[in-house]
């Protein structure tokens, strides 16, 4: 069986109680707290590196999904965490069988509210931000194709920014979108990309469509941190097989990776469209919408 | 009395007719036309010399506001046209009296179709896109502020998007945004500001909240152009009164000039919000919106 070195682990979460005080409104840095003590308990050495690495991390955490307002032990919620390395994968899923920390039936903190896990799935069937996967698998899916698509869309589902030039950039620049992706790809790939993808990207990759907004979240630190939410589309002004194989690679592997700063802290969740929507046209027609905002 | 060199004319027509044939979604080529028409009848000089002139252009107009997806003659409709220059300006104001091509009364063409004008405004208690200042008097408003604010937020009404390194940028960008308004400013104005407030706006403006999505439209040549509608947010992120006082005046000469490419054409219509809105925080929390998104 080949090696799953791209993971990416849902739980399903039940609230064990009602909670008696007011919730955080992002739950990135509990969860952070959280993967790293799950991975402690399995693999101690691990967690310390983690804990102390510099530079890209080889895991993502989610924001607390489904929690609205309010927690009710009737309604669960979800958390999900990814990992971008064999040694990382293979701790969360230690971690999440029979008598590990994250294992169905087992209990839980997050930001000091107790929860039970009631599911940890793998499976896209079974939940769409589930998945297994590895970077072979990534590429070899789309290094065959004939002809990648000219057109590829993302959804920024958390919000998403980087950092450029010391300033927050909150707009998905394709060199930043594609640098960033690469900049993971590179640093736990068993095979490396040209460092010429975020050329390709800065000089030959348009946006052809968005729909997106700003929302901002506290960092662990305290810092308000911008990004923005929602979907852009990427289309090769200058088409290049080659090139436009390794970007739908990399948009692939952003499902894993998260999309530019502080995924490990909950930002940058994002995903590939499918490609029979990614193909529709270039935004609506201007007509309707114009005469709405201007007047 | 003052000579207003920068004028927003808002034109309130009715269909003389219902037309009985498709309508276009986009109005701007046929507004232009008729902007051309209209200075050609009461200065054929000058409507010759905006005809053939390179570079930017003193006026702009709008798409046709409130025209939904079908015009009959019992429904208001309206079209704005900007000046940018007083002889452009006066040449409008002539059209629009008594007796002009554009005065109350008049019959006139958009796109083949008969309208009549109904009323010709420019004072914006009369309609929010109606207006006329100049350019000393928008300046000397900013420039005796004790501290403009550190925020601003612009409204882009119609689609707005620039050329950059030969490629459409639909996201504006600080420098993209300030360096048009900067590049129209000095084309038109008494009084030039200097070349940097394009680098201040590079280095020190960020963008702290959007809420942005695409939009196309056709130009008179049949290409397609992609600009974005929404609201932007831009914040000092270094502080100086000198060049926030000129980024300020240039945000309210958008509502004249446009911003970003093809205004000639109906694109980069926009305004500047309210000062008391544009200081309320960046963006919703990120809370609430994450989780419907991810999920």
């Not at 930001?111 to 070899?140: I, K, N, T």
């Not at 630190?221 to 990399?250: K, P, Q």
Request: aromatic fraction near 8%; charge should be neutral.
């Amino acid at each position: 069986m080949p090696v799953s070195d791209l993971i990416s682990l849902v739980l399903v979460l039940r609230p064990a109680e009602a909670p008696g005080r007011a919730l955080p409104l992002w739950w990135g840095a509990a969860a952070h707290a959280l993967f790293l003590s799950a991975v402690r308990q399995v693999n101690p050495e691990l967690a310390s590196r983690l804990h102390d690495e510099q530079g890209p991390r080889p895991f993502t955490v989610s924001n607390l999904l489904g929690a609205a307002r309010e927690l009710t032990p009737s309604r669960q919620v979800a958390l999900r965490f990814t990992a971008l390395q064999a040694e990382v994968a293979s701790a969360l899923l230690e971690a999440s069988s029979a008598g590990g920390p994250l294992a169905p039936g087992a209990r839980l903190e997050l930001d000091y509210l107790p929860f039970v896990v009631e599911r940890a799935l793998l499976a896209p069937a079974e939940h769409p931000w589930a998945g297994e996967s590895s970077y072979r698998q990534l590429m070899s899916a789309r290094l065959v194709q004939t002809a990648p698509p000219r057109r590829l869309r993302l959804r920024l589902a958390s919000p998403t920014g980087f950092r450029s030039a010391e300033k927050q950039q909150p707009f998905p620049l394709p060199e930043l979108v594609f640098g960033s992706l690469l900049e993971r790809w590179n640093s736990f790939s068993p095979m490396a990309f040209p460092a010429d993808v975020r050329r390709f990207a800065a000089e030959c990759l348009g946006v052809s469509a968005f729909n997106l907004r700003t929302r901002s979240a506290r960092l662990k630190e305290g810092g308000l941190r911008i990004g923005c939410v929602g979907e852009v589309t990427f289309t090769a002004l200058n088409y290049d097989r080659y090139w436009m194989s390794l970007v739908h690679t990399l948009a692939a592997f952003a499902f894993f990776s998260g999309v530019g700063a502080s995924t490990p802290l909950g930002f940058g969740q994002a995903s590939l469209a499918p490609e029979e929507q990614a193909g529709s046209g270039p935004g609506r027609p201007a007509g309707e919408g114009q005469e709405q905002e201007q007047e």
